[in-house]
């Protein structure tokens, strides 16, 4: 057996027996979470977009739908990330240094900073996550539709869009919750929604 005939049976190998493998797992997470902790929360809206893409395409041109079908398609499969993306920006802006009260500890910042941390880190790495598997089960993806096409909004979807208008007006309010400048306001923003602003 040749040196690349053994390489690519152990390739062939590991591609089955990948899901049994605990390092697999935990390389995967830590991947996963040190992308999301790299990135600023605009980068993970333009994953959101991209999948947006990919359902235009997956309902329009795959399934023939026409624009209302794909909307609704488009509603089901993205509005759980829609929300996180939210609930991120309501972490960022409420709980960034400027934010803060001038005279606070420093052991009350590092609760601050620890609380921003995980209220942006998990919505990124949930966001993350989906679109990776989006991406890794993409024929699955573009084949099948959404299971609740046809059946309305379900509660939970329902319960995203109360969520949802919530962490808008949190966002929008912001500003005069936290006495903020229009200048310190639209900095906080700006620095999340850039992308390129690592």
């Known amino acids: 057996m040749t040196t690349i ?4 049976l152990s390739l062939r190998r590991f591609a089955h027996e990948h899901d049994d493998l ?27 977009l991209a999948h947006v893409s990919l359902d235009i395409v997956k309902y329009r041109e795959v399934h023939q739908y026409d624009w209302r079908r794909t909307a609704e398609g ?3 499969e993205n509005i759980v990330d829609v929300l996180l993306l939210a ?17 606070v ?11 921003r941390a995980f209220g942006t880190l998990i919505p990124k790495v949930e966001i993350f996550q989906d679109f990776l598997k989006v991406l ?22 329902k319960l995203c869009l109360f969520f949802l208008a919530a962490c808008i ?10 006495g903020l400048n229009a200048a310190d306001f639209n900095g906080i923003i700006a620095r999340e929604v850039i992308p390129w602003r690592l």
Not at 32 to 47: D, K, Q, S
Not at 136 to 157: A, D, I, K
Request: charged letters at 5%; hydrophobic letters at 55%.
């Open 5 to 8: 005939d053994f390489a690519v």
């Open 22 to 48: 605990p390092a697999f797992h935990a390389g995967y997470l830590v991947l996963t979470v040190l992308v999301a902790a790299l990135f600023n929360l605009g980068a993970f809206g333009l994953l959101i």
């Open 74 to 76: 488009i509603f089901h």
């Open 87 to 103: 609930i991120g920006f309501v972490f960022a802006v409420y709980f960034h240094g400027t934010a803060g009260v001038a005279g």
């Open 105 to 115: 500890s420093g052991v009350i910042r590092a609760d601050e900073t620890i609380v």
């Open 136 to 157: 890794l089960h993409f024929t699955s993806y573009l084949r099948f539709t959404h299971v609740q096409m046809g059946y309305g909004w379900t509660q939970g979807e």
């Open 169 to 178: 007006l949190l966002i929008l309010a912001a500003p005069y919750v936290l």
